[in-house]
C-alpha cells in the first residue's frame, strides 16, 4: 500500500491550496482517511477525516470552516482543500488511511491509522 500526497508549497497568507492524496496498493472505498500535520518541533496533529460508511467529516476547530475532505474513489483519491490559510497552518501535512473501523473518538490517534503518505510541506508566509 501506498499513500502519495502532494499539492504543498509556499502560498500567501489568506491563500489556498488542495492537496491530493494518492492511493495504490489498496481500493480506498469505505475505509476512514485523514489529513495530519506535523509542525517543525511539534508532535503530529490531527486536521480532518473522512468516514465515507456514514458520509461523516471530522475536523480539529482550528481548521474547521476553513478546511474541506473530499474523496474521489474513481481516482482511489483523497483531498484537502485549504482556504484562509494564517502563518500558523504552515507544516508538513500527511494523508493516512486506516483498516480498522475505529470510533470517532479515536480518529484524531495518529497510532490508529495503518498507512501514511510521505507528506507534502505547505508554507504559509508573505
Known amino acids: 500500500v501506498q499513500l502519495q500526497a502532494s499539492g504543498g508549497g509556499l502560498v500567501q497568507p489568506g491563500g489556498s491550496l488542495r492537496l491530493s492524496c494518492a492511493a495504490s496498493g489498496v481500493t480506498i472505498g469505505s475505509y476512514v482517511m485523514g489529513w495530519f500535520c506535523q509542525a517543525p518541533g511539534k508532535e503530529r496533529e490531527f486536521v480532518g477525516a473522512?468516514?465515507?460508511?456514514?458520509?461523516?467529516?471530522y475536523y480539529t476547530d482550528s481548521v474547521r470552516g476553513r478546511f474541506t475532505i473530499s474523496r474521489d474513489n474513481g481516482k482511489n483519491a483523497l483531498y484537502l482543500q485549504t482556504n484562509s490559510l494564517k502563518p500558523e497552518d504552515t507544516a508538513v501535512y500527511y494523508c493516512a488511511l486506516t483498516v480498522s473501523r475505529p470510533i470517532m473518538s479515536s480518529i484524531p490517534d495518529p497510532s490508529i491509522h495503518d498507512y501514511w503518505g510521505q507528506g507534502t510541506l505547505v508554507t504559509v508566509s508573505s
Open positions: 473522512d468516514r465515507r460508511s456514514t458520509g461523516s467529516k
